[in-house]
């Protein structure tokens, strides 16, 4: 099965930081990603699909790249109702995993 | 507006059953895949199983293949979970999912909470 690994584990920065969080695949998976956002206490959100397509609704500032086995989330200016964990999901085939998901504090 | 409302959680002891139930408003049910994904306590995502739209294919994850048995019932809009010889480590919060094309998951419900102990 193909592994999902998400770097870092957990990150901490200020209000309007830029902020990038990296998930690679142990095998390609070309642009077959999603991310989710998992605020404290609430059900998780999708944010991005095929990579880099931002879900309806997901303000601009986020945004996502990659390809194969590389791929990045970025907050352009973080906001302090980013506060979240954020995971990204693989869907090439199944089993759909998710990464271990990354934890962004306000610094 | 999409609902997906889940019940059917509860406390149970180890190798016991349980059946989750989703019910599914505001969109064309028969439409859509449909997932299960869940949460153990302070832990990460884990998906366990969706069916296709016509309830012809299912996938699971290694853990609960044999064990678990995704259904659908798309005259109720609804979404099953039968699990069978329950273990301590499928404790978790179980989120019913619409699954657009059998790949990520655009809608969740909030959850019901399956606890396994003795």
């Known amino acids: 099965d193909i592994q999902m690994t998400q770097s870092p584990s957990s990150l901490s920065a200020s209000v309007g930081d830029r902020v990038t969080i990296t998930c690679r695949a142990s095998?390609?998976?070309?642009?077959?990603l999603a991310w989710y956002q998992q605020k404290p206490g609430k059900v998780p959100k999708l944010l991005i699909y095929?990579?880099?397509t931002l879900q309806s609704g997901v303000p601009s500032r986020f945004s996502g790249s990659g390809s194969g086995t590389d791929f990045t989330l970025t907050i352009s200016s973080l906001q302090p109702e980013d506060v979240a964990t954020y995971y990204c999901q693989k869907y090439y085939s199944a089993p759909l995993t998710f990464g271990g998901g990354t934890k962004v504090e306000i610094k | 507006e999409v609902h997906l409302v889940e019940s059917g959680g509860g406390l149970v002891q180890p190798g016991g059953s349980l059946r989750l139930s989703c019910a599914a408003s505001?969109?064309?049910?028969?439409?859509?895949?449909m997932s299960w994904v869940r949460q153990a306590p302070g832990k990460g995502l884990e998906w366990v199983a969706n069916?296709?739209?016509?309830?012809?294919?299912?996938y699971y994850v290694d853990s609960v293949k044999g064990l678990f048995t995704i259904s659908r019932d798309n005259a109720k809009n609804s979404l099953y979970l039968q699990m069978n010889s329950l273990r301590a480590e499928d404790t978790a919060v179980y989120y019913c999912v619409r699954d657009p094309y059998g790949a990520y998951f655009d809608y969740w419900g909030q959850g019901t909470l399956v606890t396994v102990s003795s």
């Open positions: 505001g969109f064309t049910f028969s439409s859509y895949w």
């Open positions: 069916i296709k739209k016509d309830g012809s294919e299912k």
């Open positions: 095929a990579a880099s």
């Open positions: 095998q390609g998976i070309s642009n077959y």
